[in-house]
């Protein structure tokens, strides 16, 4: 398993923008996958994106496809997410997670190995 720690979050107004990143610990992180799964109050956790080791392929929830922009760098061990334009109902803890020699089933939290702590991420209308 790997250590995951998420940054970025925070307030911004609706239209704004936000890059939320994931440090990794450990030596083996390009062999995961890489996911974001968010939480808002009162709903389940949902699939966000994710992006295999290669960085090769992406995934993306409709809701969040054409604004949301995952990316890797495996050199810092660090996984990034890009949001643009975005909207309230975009407010939620956002999550990083990880799936060892990920490759399917990305987009089911189950599948992941390891989770970070979240980053709350808050937009005003």
């Known amino acids: 398993q790997v250590r995951l720690v998420e940054s970025g979050g925070g307030l911004v107004q609706a239209g704004g923008s936000l890059r939320l990143s994931c440090a990794a610990s450990?030596?083996?992180?390009?062999?995961?996958?890489m996911g974001w799964f968010r939480q808002a109050p009162g709903k389940e956790r949902e699939f966000v994106t994710a992006?295999?080791?290669?960085?090769?392929?992406?995934y993306y929830a409709d809701s969040v496809k054409g604004r949301f922009t995952i990316s890797r760098d495996n050199a810092k061990n660090t996984v990034y997410l890009q949001m643009t334009n975005l909207k309230p109902e975009d407010t939620a803890v956002y999550y990083c997670?990880?799936?060892?020699?990920?490759?399917?089933?990305?987009?089911?939290?189950?599948?992941?190995?390891?989770w970070g702590q979240g980053t709350q991420v808050t937009v005003s209308s």
């Open positions: 992006i295999i080791w290669t960085g090769g392929s992406t």
């Open positions: 450990g030596r083996t992180f390009n062999r995961y996958a």
């Open positions: 997670a990880a799936a060892f020699n990920g490759v399917l089933g990305l987009r089911l939290p189950h599948n992941y190995d390891s």
